[in-house]
């Protein structure tokens, strides 16, 4: 079975700072794709950065990017710059290629920014 | 660009009483996928549907049932509904296959069953 864990229950830092949250995950498959999506107080579900698996280059968006560790099964988002809008609950996911394309959720970390 | 449109925003229900909740995916996306959250905790699968027929399903209750129709929107029926069913519902939608497997989440529905 997959499972996602996130460590950190809550983290909060200075606005402008960089941040990372942490995420490993467990599988014994070797195709598939992994999700940071941010969920703020609005509680919308916002997509974040999305990585696969048979990619060894790190995605990034803009202020955005992750340090994918395959071997190690980690796979952390850092938030550079961070910005007050940036308070929000961040959720890393799990989806497996070629299968009924499920998200498999950790439990979440809150971010929260200080101005 | 259009986004995946879920209605009612909220939902307000007694016990026992019955709810549907409507989503509306982006066009041409092909997958339906909804999930419950309930406070303070991660989404909970509930079931998905690709080209109008179930794709899998998850941990829904026998109360709840759920479709595709033709027009690709999908549909959340939920009979009687109990406290624990109060919950924030998402539905979400991708195009798997396509190399784009990223799903995308409407705005959810607040439903309060008191």
């Known amino acids: 079975a997959q499972t996602v864990t996130q460590s950190q229950p809550e983290m909060s830092v200075q606005e402008a700072e960089t941040v990372t949250l942490s995420c490993t995950y467990d599988t014994s498959e070797s195709n598939y794709y992994l999700f940071w999506y941010k969920q703020p107080p609005s509680r919308q579900m916002i997509l974040v950065i999305r990585q696969e698996a048979y990619k060894q280059q790190n995605a990034t968006e803009n202020r955005f990017s992750v340090n994918f560790q395959k071997a190690a099964k980690s796979f952390s988002l850092k938030i550079s710059d961070s910005q007050l809008g940036d308070t929000a609950m961040y959720f890393c996911?799990?989806?497996?290629?070629?299968?009924?394309?499920?998200?498999?959720w950790g439990a979440g970390t809150k971010l929260i920014i200080k101005p | 660009a259009a986004g995946v449109i879920q209605s009612p925003r909220h939902l307000i229900k007694e016990k026992r009483e019955t709810a549907t909740l409507k989503c509306y995916p982006i066009?041409?996306?092909?997958?339906v996928y909804w999930y419950q959250q309930g406070p303070g905790q991660d989404p909970q699968f509930l079931i998905s549907f690709y080209e109008k027929m179930q794709s899998d399903k998850g941990s829904i209750p026998d109360r709840f049932s759920a479709q595709q129709f033709s027009d690709y929107h999908s549909e959340l029926n939920m009979s009687s509904l109990e406290l624990g069913d109060s919950a924030l519902y998402f539905c979400?939608?991708?195009?798997?296959?396509?190399?784009?497997?990223?799903?995308?989440f409407g705005s959810g529905t607040q439903l309060s069953v008191l």
């Open positions: 996911a799990f989806m497996i290629s070629d299968s009924n394309y499920q998200l498999i």
């Open positions: 066009p041409r996306h092909d997958t």
């Open positions: 979400a939608s991708s195009s798997p296959g396509q190399g784009d497997e990223k799903l995308f």
